[in-house]
């Protein structure tokens, strides 16, 4: 009886120091993740995304204490949450920063205090003497070997955009007078994705040697409700003549879709619509015929390029500072497959 309870003690003991010894080696890893606005649909997705996906990397000796904060589109709340990545101590930061054109002020934040930093979905765009935009690396990120951007060339999704017009039966030319009439509802300025998509949509057009006019180009700031107040106000003032609506996003397509169908259009008959980010609910329109297409911009893909880069850096393993991942064209075939 003695000698079972002694067995029996040591196996206690032993087992205990086992646990104890497991819950030592456990590595928790803290990771800041500013986000520029949570009402952003696409970038909903891709919140998300993160936080799924870097629960399926943890392991029994490896976890990552996730901190979310919300920019609510404001930079000076965004360099709080900067300075309070910090000051909690965070061993890696990601960003999707409000304002591409103050995001030296951030990147200094990460880089004098030695944490990692990942930006991702708005590009910080390079400079020239003259403070104009040009399309070069930023120095910014090309300088610092633990800063990177992860993202995708938005002026793929524009041309994306133009070929589904041009792959309509009459090529965007509803009315057969020679010409493609849209109207433009562009997202943030600021943002390169906005700028290019505007222009490259556009260019797939002429550059296929197409005659197009401009109706209307108006801000939405990537919003819904945004979008379909543009889009029915341009449909108010130019009616018929509207042959196709270019949307930066499919937050604002949906918006513009419900313009469209309370003006008694048909999108396909007397109308193409085309968005980007092929959002559930937009993918569901193309099926329905509501849409003529999106594109696909990759909140998967782009989310796992961002997270794999963070843990590279974690393990203190070297990175390349850009990292690019392919919008895909979504029309209806490609609709109907998913
Ligand atoms: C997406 C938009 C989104 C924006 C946020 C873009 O890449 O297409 O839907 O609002 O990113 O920065």
Redesign the pocket.
């Known amino acids: 009886m003695k000698k079972t309870l002694a067995i029996l003690m040591a196996l206690v003991m032993v087992l205990g120091a086992f646990t104890f010894a497991s819950a030592d080696e456990v590595k928790t890893y803290k990771v800041g993740i500013s986000i520029?606005q949570y009402t952003?649909?696409?970038?909903t997705l891709y919140r998300n995304e993160i936080a799924d996906y870097f629960k399926t990397l943890e392991t029994d000796t490896v976890k990552y204490e996730l901190v979310f904060a919300d920019a609510k589109n404001d930079m000076a709340e965004q360099t709080n949450q900067m300075n309070n990545f910090v000051t909690q101590g965070m061993d890696v930061i990601i960003l999707?920063p409000v304002q591409t054109s103050s995001a030296d002020v951030l990147i200094d934040i990460a880089v004098s205090n030695e944490i990692p930093l990942v930006l991702i979905?708005?590009e910080p765009l390079a400079y020239d003497a003259d403070g104009n935009t040009i399309d070069e690396a930023y120095e910014g990120i090309l300088n610092n070997p633990q800063v990177c951007y992860v993202g995708a060339d938005?002026r793929q999704s524009g041309t994306y955009q133009g070929e589904l017009i041009l792959a309509t039966g009459n090529q965007g030319d509803i009315n057969g007078d020679g010409k493609i009439s849209y109207i433009m509802i562009q997202?943030?300025p600021e943002?390169i994705?906005a700028q290019y998509r505007t222009e490259f949509s556009i260019k797939a057009l002429t550059d296929a040697g197409k005659t197009v006019e401009c109706l209307d180009s108006q801000v939405g700031n990537?919003d819904q409700t945004k979008g379909q107040e543009l889009c029915a106000n341009a449909l108010t003032v130019h009616g018929y003549n509207v042959e196709v609506v270019f949307c930066?996003?499919?937050?604002m397509a949906m918006g513009a879709l419900t313009a469209i169908q309370t003006a008694g259009r048909i999108v396909g008959e007397d109308i193409y619509l085309v968005g980007?980010?092929a959002l559930p609910e937009a993918v569901e329109a193309i099926k329905l015929g509501d849409m003529t297409g999106t594109v696909l911009?990759d909140h998967i893909g782009q989310s796992h390029a961002a997270v794999d880069v963070a843990v590279k850096l974690l393990n203190g393993e070297a990175i390349d500072n850009y990292y690019w991942v392919n919008y895909v064209k979504v029309d209806k075939a490609y609709a109907e497959a998913q």
């Open positions: 520029y952003d649909n696409f970038m999707n979905n708005r938005a997202g943030d943002n994705d990537w930066n996003n499919d937050g980007v980010d911009n």
